[in-house]
């Protein structure tokens, strides 16, 4: 079964109370970081133990476990708790309470986990860790990139005055987003990722260990709803929280986040609405490309502007039109002459999907 918090596989978790049976199943974890993230809050941290007072006060009780054929021990309505549906609305949205039964004059309510709750409320917090980094940005960023003065300098403005700006680039394979983003690794304090392979264990993890700046994410509109839950935080306050063991730890990062992907159809609207500046490319022309490719991978890759050049002409004529992928190409290089360009790029062409190759 899923986790009605995580939506992630659960084998042994904890039941959530329903009508006549249980409505689903909860990580310990992902009750106790909810709880910890609620209390955070004063005046909800007090809900929350007058809730698990009354109930423990209350149980067993046989009506809440005939209605809940045994899935809860007790259950209340809010005028017995004396505390208003709107309050209550939080800590539903939360999982951290359930409706047991509903009918068109009452509504029941149980809490989820009401040991796990408890244990969590009463775990001392441990110290919140807040890290900060001056970003010291060098003479040549961007040079390789031909045009977007403009974003050149709103960028480096962001990342050298400490301006909170989250910027999502978007564009189809061979414009400037995916550049920008390797231009951008360059820089201290980064960490890259992949939204097809992130996941909210890895990056939160990644946060801890790597105390990054700036965030490159590519692939944005493949990242995961769990890998979405992070990020939504991390963009919004820098908090990263992390729950094992009845214990957590808490992290406040100074980030900047630039990702990019080649759509936004498919980010979810809540992390889209994270980022402050969204930027849409076009595709670079030919002779852009070539320019492109030859103070790139001269610059970085240790060949010729000749040779990059020639890299650049195969790649956009017979492969994908993908700065990466001439990157690549410039890394297989036995010799540095144009054959054995030709013989990367015959390779490549031999074992690509179709799609991806031009006649």
Known sequence: MLCNICYQEVDNGVIVPGFQKA??????????????????DPSKEGLLRHLVEYEESRTPQDRARDISDGSADVCWEWTEVNIPYYRIRPLLDAGLVTVVFRTNRSTNYALVGRRIIKEALNTEEQTTEEHTETVEIPADLFSCIIGYEDIKE???????????????????????????LMELGRLRATYS??????????????????????LLLDEIDKVSMDATAVLLSAMETGDILVTKYKTHQQLKL??????????????????????????????????????????????????????????????WNLLDKDIRTARGIA?????????????????????????????
Request: neutral net charge; proline residues 3%.
């Open 154 to 180: 709103e960028i480096k403005f962001t990342l050298t005055h400490g301006k909170k700006n989250h910027y999502l680039l978007v564009g189809p394979p061979a414009t400037a987003k995916s550049l920008f």
């Open 254 to 315: 100074d980030l900047a986040v630039f990702a990019a992907g080649n759509t936004d159809r498919n980010v979810a609207p809540e992390l889209l609405s994270r980022f402050d500046t969204k930027l849409y490319f076009s595709s670079y022309s030919f002779a852009d490309f070539i320019t492109i490719c030859g103070k790139y991978l001269s610059a970085y890759e240790g060949v010729s502007e000749e040779l990059a050049e020639y890299i650049g002409r195969q790649t």
């Open 23 to 40: 409505a689903g199943i909860c990580h310990e974890d992902c009750i106790t970081e909810a709880t910890l993230k609620i209390a955070a």
């Open 193 to 214: 990722a992949t939204g097809s392979r992130v996941t909210a264990a890895g990056l939160t993890d990644a946060f801890f260990n790597y105390k990054p700046n700036i």
């Open 331 to 359: 890394r297989q290089i036995r010799e540095p002459v144009s054959t054995d360009v030709d013989r990367i790029v015959n390779f490549r062409k031999k074992y690509a999907k179709m799609s991806e190759v031009h006649a």
